[in-house]
């Protein structure tokens, strides 16, 4: 089983909809964070979480939401999906902040 | 505002040449410069630096890091069809997550 799992792995949605991507860990770290891809612009960063209580805003928040239900458990909503969301969404975990992270096998949202 | 800038932004070589990868970075309290590579999904860990001038190796990989400079390296020696891949560098910042440039895609011909 993989360390990080996000779910689902692939996603269509309509305009407009809410929509939920979930993530889960067993690696035991504090640090989860979720990314977005898009074509030619890397890896930027959405919102991240440093332990249960701590939620903070990466630098592309607008238009999306976090819950961190549990140490394991850090999810991402989409209150009401747009077209320009459609990307590839990684989450990722980390240990510290001297560690690498891991990330997830990703998710391919896209947004009609 | 913390950058990170990676270049070339694409790349094609024949087998068996050697690159050479580069990240430069303008970040407020540096903790580390990573890199990693994104095949079909999930990006691969490389390297973690955190020491100027100490190079890392693994295999035909290898990079180092100049902080002097606030720049990377990452060199790939020999390369092969299955070096083709997207090569991120990250910058870990004290107390924040990692900041990403845009990638390199390298695309390595037979």
């Known amino acids: 089983d993989a360390d990080v799992t996000q779910t689902p792995r692939n996603r269509i949605t309509k305009t407009g909809k809410r929509i939920m991507l979930e993530c889960s860990q067993t690696?035991?770290?504090?640090?989860m964070y979720w990314y977005r891809q898009d074509p030619g612009l890397g890896l930027r960063l959405i919102y991240y979480s440093f332990d249960v209580k701590d939620i903070n805003k990466g630098e592309i928040s607008d238009g999306y939401s976090v819950s961190r239900q549990a140490q394991a458990k850090f999810s991402l909503s989409l209150e009401s999906a747009i077209p320009n969301q459609t990307a590839l969404y990684f989450c990722a975990t980390s240990e510290s902040d001297r560690g690498h992270a891991f990330f997830g096998q990703g998710t391919r949202l896209t947004v009609v | 505002e913390d950058k990170v800038v990676q270049s070339p932004l694409s790349l094609v070589v024949h087998e068996g040449d050697t690159v050479t990868l580069n990240c430069s970075y303008e970040?407020?309290?540096?903790?580390?410069l990573l890199w990693y590579k994104q095949e079909k999904k999930a990006p691969t860990f490389l390297f973690m630096l955190t020491s100027s001038g100490i190079e890392k190796k693994s295999g035909r990989l290898s990079s180092i890091l100049d902080k002097k400079e606030l720049s990377s390296i990452l060199n790939i020696t020999a390369t092969q069809t299955g070096d083709s891949a997207i090569y991120l560098c990250a910058v870990l910042t004290s107390g924040y997550a990692l900041n990403f440039g845009k990638g390199t895609s390298l695309l390595v011909t037979p």
């Open positions: 690696k035991g770290h504090d640090r």
């Open positions: 970040v407020t309290n540096f903790r580390s």
